[in-house]
């Protein structure tokens, strides 16, 4: 199947699609915030995807901060490339 068919196709099914509830503890929305936040900063990662996870990214860091600027400010180091540290004997998954 081409591109284009997969892409239809896959358009078709989420038309009508009622969204998706998603229910994460602390520690998975940290998680899943720096994954977005990580390829974010992806040189080719841009358009209309790159918004709706910089969305959600942004979503996930005003939930975790409640309010916290502090905190709010710990978790948007994630957008710095900066402040990243390598991972000793990080194996990939």
Same mark, same amino acid.
């Given at each position: 199947m081409s591109d284009e068919l997969c892409a239809r196709r896959l358009n078709e099914a989420l038309r009508n699609h009622p969204g998706v509830d998603l229910q994460l503890d602390a520690k998975a929305a940290v998680i899943v915030m720096s994954q977005?936040? $990580?390829a974010l900063r992806h040189p080719g990662n841009c358009g209309t !995807? !790159?918004? #709706? &996870?910089? =969305? +959600? =990214? /942004? %979503?996930? #860091?005003? $939930? *975790? &901060?409640?309010?916290? &600027? @502090? +905190? @709010?400010? *710990? $978790?948007? $180091?994630? /957008? %710095?490339?900066h402040f990243d540290r390598p991972v000793p004997n990080a194996s990939r998954n």
């Open positions: 977005l936040q $990580l !995807s !790159s918004l #709706i &996870a910089r =969305a +959600v =990214a /942004d %979503n996930l #860091i005003q $939930l *975790l &901060a409640m309010g916290d &600027a @502090e +905190v @709010e400010r *710990l $978790l948007r $180091l994630g /957008d %710095n490339p």
